[in-house]
């Protein structure tokens, strides 16, 4: 096994249907085409050896590297340091059509000499599908023509005619090689391009400075409609870039991760396939998204969301599934990499997901509060999208009961999860707001009755008065960080005795020098060998749940610590382990969207606490609008939501 650069030395650039991870040394190690969800062209991230990767490495012996964005942009750009010059490498993929899904994407490498004299060894090396097809590959004087059965990759040289800075080009056992020597102010680099029309040919550099400012001035104009002005600017920022590049534009999708298989604990076996859409991320991504300003955004995935709701036609099938791919279809067969080692070591290395096909309540919880969050801010629930409702919620009615396999997709049996039970709440609870204000047809007494046999549950199976505090599964005393959630989405007050007595339980628990943990598996086994880090969401709710317990000054440096873990950009795996490594899928939409809720919520907050500002209970200040924003699909105003209450003045809590 070679030496894997780590999770965190990598960063993302993408073109918003497919995206590749670019280490700190200058590697792609990670590319699939045509979509996120595409089998890979480059791999190494998972197989060193085996995987393909595209390396650009400074000849010098000794050098030092750095690495940035430019500012507000998805432009990366890798700076080597030598004793003979400075170089670096600029690393972009010009945006690919919003509408419409395209199978040519271009990843663009500039190498660049800004001082003395610097030269690159370069290797292209594609494994087509995991490395499970082999290819051919084709020199010409533009450059190389990789084909497999099912892809084809050109590699353009960029250069300038009757230069000599180009040369020692090569084709070894279906890899492309050359080196490449700049002197201080020279431009030079490749263009991989899948599907190009025609073969490969000389770039100049003239045409990738202007690909390059071009792709500057979208990224720009993108963050342009940002309206957050907060305490975190550059890091809410960096996190709302990160989800747009993790967006497939033509549907409004937004994936969990752009990669498969980085393990939850090195060496172990919780390696998932996260390069598809989760319905549970609905509820999250409207709120950032709208609470950023990004209205079109929010309007397309709510769109995708309705989509899913009106494909439920068989009333013996669960409504939703867990997951999608990004054009809304759901074969999600899991399967192993067998011939792969794994991210370290960290076998197997799986594409497909299996737990797409288990039964979650929770996602209809969050279903439901994205569609009503929605409906509320001037997008609203159409016709037929209600009619599928009505179905979607009638089938909660009659399945919140049941044992499920939660929020973590556990596989060790199904259990009568707490957070199930309260996203059901959740279901219920916005399908009843949506209809009684609206005036939909529903069959609101039934929904009422319903809603309220769950709340009653939860508070009397799903609270232990051993441990005092809400717990994991009905009659259990196995903590669970899912439930920092509940004043969130309105269940509970943030002052109520029993809610501070469970977010104590849980900082005394799962909580590790501010960092927490999604529950013990040793307490409660998961059906998995091994542990795992903290979970970065996670944290981020608790931050969230601080402040809306009114302790403002230990949510700060919980949310100022957080921010230390980030790697170099600004990004987020799944998890932290102890030595503060990043652990699982990089990045992972779940952790941004849940800084940038934690962000909004905890500026609100503090703003609330400060001197001369007009008195407000403790409770909770939810996400502040600064004014009414335009619809994108030029109909509504979104009306602001008010920094009273996060839900309607009808909201009743019963003690």
Known sequence: MSEHPLIDDHGLIGDLQTAAL??????????????????????ALLDSEN????????????????????PDTCVLLTRFM??????SIVDFMPPASPHSPTRRHRLVRMLRCTRGEISFDIEVAPRFDYARQPHEVTSCTGGWDFVSRDTRATVHVVDAPGDECVGDRATRAGDACMTVRLRAGMTRGLVLETFADGQA??????????????????????????????????????????????????????IAAPTTSLPEQVGGERNWDYRYTWVRDASLSLHALLGLGFTEEAVAFTEWLGDRVQEYTEPGEHPLKVMYRVDGSCDLEEQTL???EGYRGSAPARVGNGAADQLQLDIYGSALECLHFADQQGLPTTCRIWQALIDT?????????????????????DKDFTYGRLMSWVALDRAIRMATRSGRPAEVQRWTKERDAV???????????????FTQYLGSDVLDSAVLRMPAVGFIPPQDPRWLSTLDAIKNDLVSDGLVYRYDPFASPDGLLGSEGTFSACTFWYVEALARAGHLREARLVFEK????????????????????????FPQALTHLALVTAALSLDAHLDAAKPGFPPTSPGPVPYLYAQPMASAAGSMPVMPVTPTTPYPSDHVIRR
């Not at 100049?204 to 390059?212: A, D, F, Q």
């Not at 975190?232 to 999708?253: C, D, F, I």
């Not at 709340?455 to 505090?469: E, K, M």
Request: proline share 4%.
């Open 201 to 254: 040919r000389m770039v100049s550099p003239e045409e990738c400075e202007r690909l390059l400012e071009d792709t500057i001035s979208f990224w720009h104009g993108w963050l342009a409609h940002s309206r957050y002005t907060g305490r975190w600017r550059e890091t809410v920022n960096r996190s709302a870039l990160t989800l747009k590049l993790m967006t497939y534009a033509p549907t409004g999708a937004m």
């Open 22 to 43: 670019v280490s700190t040394g200058g590697s792609v190690d990670w590319f699939c085409s045509p979509r996120f969800d595409s089998p890979s062209i480059f791999g």
């Open 338 to 340: 067998g011939h792969w």
């Open 562 to 585: 957080m921010l230390t873990y980030a790697n170099h950009l600004g990004l987020y795996s799944e998890e932290i382990g102890l030595t503060g490594e990043q652990l699982g899928n």
């Open 82 to 87: 030598t004793e003979q010059g400075v170089g």
């Open 51 to 70: 995987g393909g990767h595209w390396s650009i490495t400074p000849q010098a012996r000794t050098y030092a590297t750095r690495q940035l964005y430019y």
């Open 393 to 413: 919620v009638d089938w909660v009615c009659e399945n919140w009961d049941r044992p499920e396999a939660g929020i973590w997709e556990t596989r060790g049996g």
């Open 455 to 469: 709340y009653w549950q939860i508070l009397q199976r799903g609270w232990s008065p051993g441990r005092a505090a």
